[in-house]
């Protein structure tokens, strides 16, 4: 069974930074590509970047792209979501996703806000 279980989310300034994680169980992580998804309040859920099953690929939503670094461990079956340069309209609840699977985690909540 698919588990995924996102962390690292809080309130952060404007201009600041986090790295959520995405700590995944259930499945061979190394055999899949990754994402990350986030759903601001009043809006659809959005794709936010991908990595390939090595790592080797990212691909980012124009909004987050040179602000986000998305990476892997797959040694350690987690994913990451580096942020920086953190603005308010990237407010919402951040989950992680594995190709070919409904499963979703909880999602962990970022607030960006002076």
């Known amino acids: 069974q698919v588990q995924l279980v996102e962390s690292g989310g809080g309130l952060v300034q404007p201009g600041g930074s986090l790295r959520l994680s995405c700590a995944a169980s259930?499945?061979?992580?190394?055999?899949?590509?990754m994402g990350w998804f986030r759903q601001a309040p009043g809006k659809e859920r959005e794709l936010v970047a991908t990595i390939s099953s090595g790592g080797a690929w990212t691909s980012y939503a124009l909004s987050v792209k040179g602000r986000f670094t998305i990476s892997r461990d797959n040694a350690k079956a987690t994913m990451y979501l580096q942020m920086s340069s953190l603005k308010p309209d990237d407010t919402a609840v951040y989950y992680c996703?594995?190709?070919?699977?409904?499963?979703w985690g909880q999602g962990t909540r970022v607030t960006v806000s002076s």
């Open positions: 259930g499945f061979t992580f190394s055999n899949y590509y």
């Open positions: 996703k594995r190709t070919g699977s409904d499963q």
